[in-house]
């Protein structure tokens, strides 16, 4: 606790400082602050009266995110802090451990935790680094946002748009905070192992009037894993619908001196058509190989079928999903939207026996558009597991969220 609100007071004089020393321009005029409030209610009831019969937690978290613009020149110069704190509303030793809170079953832990980093930048010609806090949004590490907090990183990273329609990125990351604690430490892989360097390189190509993207990227989790991605999006406008298709094909194979032995080719494919207020979306993927589908443990994987309890990524699980999404704007209700979905997965072993699952999700969210709580929005996720392979599992989440700019 006390090093991580020495790290928030740390970061927070650190935009002061810089921002008051820089040239005066897009330093200050392209800067941007906000503070998001979320509150977070967590029910899942694992149906059996085993050691722990479910995981109930309510939690209050505030996310404060700052980003300046760059300094004048020809090398520009900025700063981005990011401070996060969560607060315990209710929890008990025997229902602790939902994500939530730096907790486990057994002990309800802390009354509150806070984290706090920052990253600084430069800009040169239409290319960006970043060396500090980073939170990537990438195929091949996605930071992951499911809980109070978010996943963060320390690293840095290299953004390269000097070419139209040319997106590339690389770099290197070094440690991991994850979402329920305070700590940096090693990252940490899916399939087991850890280090603390991945690094990843790689891009997108956008032509047919930005309507196909094709991407080749790399990454590698020292001495664990090795992969590579090839994706292809092609959106096609037809009338009054617009058809999509998303393909990924990772290829993950061992790296370095480690007990691990992966050789794994992961098949995901989403479809989508919508025409109005609706969207209809079909996905399957294949998880072929000796072992699961690896990928940096809390992030959000670049899959089909990576949904709100389960991922489908079993050694040699084969998975299907049908989604259907409905806004309610186009019917008069705006800031009303929902949508409902099933994925059943098999093909794989449970021991002797083969092994099946399936999740039904549920999902409404609602929107203010006026009064003094415009933007509050209030979402409901309701989830369904049943499977031989896991406990089997009925989940509530119950999420608020209001935010704000400072700037």
Known sequence: MKK???????????????????QAGDFVDDASASLQLRNFYFNRDFRDPGAQSKAEEWAQGFIFKAESGFTEGFIGFGVDVYAGLGVKLDSADERAGS????????????????????????????????????????????????????????????AVNEIEDLDLQGGQLREVNYRNSTNSEDIRATVGGSADRFNYLGGNYSFNSGNTKVGLWGAELQDVYEQTLFNLIHNQPIGDWMLGANLAYFDTGDNGRQSLDIDHQMKSLMLSAATGAHTLRLGYQHSDGNTAFPYLAETD???????????????????????????????????????????????????????????????????????????????????????NATRDIDENRLILNYSFALQ
Not at 4 to 22: D, P
Not at 124 to 149: F, T, W, Y
């Open 4 to 22: 991580s609100t020495l790290a928030c007071a740390i970061a927070l004089a650190l935009t002061g400082t810089v921002a008051a020393n820089a």
């Open 99 to 158: 994500g939530l809170l730096p907790n486990g079953y057994g002990n309800e832990g802390p009354d509150s935790y806070s984290e706090a980093t920052a990253a600084g930048k430069l800009r040169l010609s239409k290319s960006v680094l970043k060396v500090g806090g980073l939170m990537p949004k990438l195929p091949v590490v996605s930071s992951g946002d499911l809980r109070l907090l978010p996943q963060e990183f320390t690293g840095a990273s290299l």
């Open 301 to 387: 994987p670049y899959i089909a079928n990576y949904v709100q309890i389960l991922d489908f990524t079993r050694a040699d699980e084969q998975s299907w999903q049908a989604r259907y999404d409905i806004n309610f704007a186009s019917l008069g209700v705006p800031g009303l939207s929902a949508f409902t979905r099933y994925v059943k997965g098999d093909n794989f072993r449970v021991g002797s026996s083969e092994g099946s699952e399936w999740e039904r999700d549920l999902d409404v969210s609602y929107t203010l558009q006026s009064g003094p709580l415009k933007n509050l929005s209030v979402r409901w996720r309701n989830a369904m597991v049943r499977s």
